[in-house]
């Protein structure tokens, strides 16, 4: 974490640690079946870093940032027998109100910069690039919202773990030998209903939320009747410990469509961290006295991913093409 250079050079490629930032790009796409469209990817996935500097070197202070996530199937496709212990499908969360739907996607790109033109540029040339090898599942533009607030008028992103707690919570350790420096990435569209919130008197929504809607003073909780966002979302394991997971939420939207949304994104060293979240979000804790602010926001999709470090993506490249090559008809994207 220390030791960044951000404004002398541009950011590499799964630089999870990018700095939070005013524009991003969600871009989820699944990947055609097939040889020639599995060795255009790993050719894209190969040049990632090139193509952030191309993109990036043009105005440093623009901080242009792309971290590529992985799901499942591609993974196995890519790299069969070899995947992160976790990495799995999106498990859909089924409570007793409301439920988090799982939704298709092989690749997701974060892309970040302080400028909205960065980002797109660089989609442009990366989808440009990746051809007919892939479809866009979902493409959602986000940004920054005055004090980085959510389009329900709260500060989002607070209790973001810093400095060391960074990597510590964010990115996978010796555990997981060849995928230390990786991270699970688990993203979900939400649409608000901003008229619904604004019928619920700011005192309520504060409680609902575990922060006051102002000056975002963590209000303590423990032993009101009913558990906040925040509280649900805290995650203590039996030892004792606090788990974390680092969010890049941003919100997005069309007013002339009456279109509301956040997009979640969480990293996490752990991907059970983040399912534990949504469990206590959708079914309660006690089950029942689930997360109000699913009354006024609804999930759109749901998809994990494994973002790996730039080295363990190289060598996972490197290791399809090696098995194209050697497959008859494989690696010929002609
Ligand atoms: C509609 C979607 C969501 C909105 C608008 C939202 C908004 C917020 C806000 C305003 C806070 C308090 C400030 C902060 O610490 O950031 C917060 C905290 C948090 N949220 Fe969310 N959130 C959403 C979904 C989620 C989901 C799906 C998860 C996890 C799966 C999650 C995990 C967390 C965590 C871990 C915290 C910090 C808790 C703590 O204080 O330690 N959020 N969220």
């Given at each position: 974490m220390t030791?960044?250079?951000?404004?002398?050079?541009?950011?590499?490629?799964?630089s999870i640690d990018a700095p939070l930032s005013r524009?991003?790009?969600?871009?989820?796409?699944?990947?055609?079946?097939?040889?020639?469209?599995l060795a255009k990817v790993c050719s894209v996935l190969d040049g990632l870093d090139d193509l952030v500097k191309t993109v990036g070197f043009r105005d440093l202070a623009g901080r242009l940032s792309c971290i590529v996530g992985i799901g499942r199937d591609l993974w196995d496709r890519l790299q069969p027998g070899s995947r992160p212990r976790e990495l799995k499908a999106f498990v859909p969360v089924e409570g007793a109100?409301?439920?988090?739907?799982?939704?298709?996607?092989?690749?997701?790109?974060?892309?970040?910069?302080?400028?909205?033109?960065?980002?797109?540029?660089?989609?442009?040339?990366?989808?440009?690039?990746?051809?007919?090898?892939?479809?866009?599942?979902?493409?959602?533009?986000?940004?920054?919202?005055?004090?980085?607030?959510?389009?329900?008028?709260?500060?989002?992103?607070?209790?973001?773990?810093?400095?060391?707690?960074?990597?510590?919570?964010?990115l996978v350790g010796d555990e997981d030998a060849g995928f230390e420096g990786g991270s699970y990435v688990v993203v979900q569209k939400y649409l608000h209903d901003l008229d619904a919130w604004a019928r619920i008197p700011t005192p309520?929504?504060?409680a609902i939320i575990g922060r006051t809607k102002i000056d975002n003073v963590e209000i303590d909780d423990d032993d009101a009747p009913r558990k906040s966002h925040k509280s649900l979302a805290t995650i203590?394991?039996?030892?004792?410990?606090?788990?974390?997971?680092?969010?890049?939420?941003?919100?997005?939207?069309?007013?002339?469509?009456?279109?509301?949304?956040?997009?979640?994104?969480?990293?996490?060293?752990?991907?059970?961290?983040?399912?534990?979240?949504?469990?206590?979000?959708?079914?309660?804790?006690p089950p029942g006295a689930y997360d109000r602010l699913l009354d006024v926001s609804t999930?759109?999709?749901?998809?994990?991913?494994?973002?790996?470090?730039?080295?363990?993506?190289?060598?996972?490249?490197?290791?399809?093409?090696?098995?194209?090559?050697?497959?008859?008809?494989g690696g010929r994207t002609s």
């Open positions: 030791g960044k250079s951000w404004d002398r050079v541009p950011i590499d490629a799964q524009a991003a790009v969600f871009l989820v796409l699944s990947v055609t079946d097939g040889p020639p469209a109100v409301h439920k988090a739907p799982s939704t298709p996607g092989d690749l997701l790109f974060h892309i970040r910069a302080e400028r909205t033109d960065l980002c797109f540029e660089f989609e442009r040339l990366l989808l440009d690039a990746l051809g007919a090898g892939v479809t866009v599942v979902d493409e959602v533009a986000g940004f920054r919202y005055f004090d980085a607030r959510d389009l329900l008028g709260f500060v989002d992103g607070t209790a973001n773990p810093t400095g060391l707690d960074l990597p510590a919570s964010a309520l929504q504060e203590v394991d039996a030892d004792g410990n606090e788990h974390d997971i680092l969010r890049d939420n941003m919100p997005f939207g069309r007013p002339g469509q009456r279109e509301f949304g956040t997009y979640f994104i969480g990293y996490s060293r752990y991907l059970w961290v983040v399912e534990k979240m949504l469990e206590r979000m959708y079914v309660g804790d999930p759109h999709t749901g998809t994990t991913f494994f973002a790996p470090a730039r080295p363990a993506l190289q060598r996972l490249v490197r290791a399809a093409q090696a098995q194209l090559a050697a497959e008859p008809e």
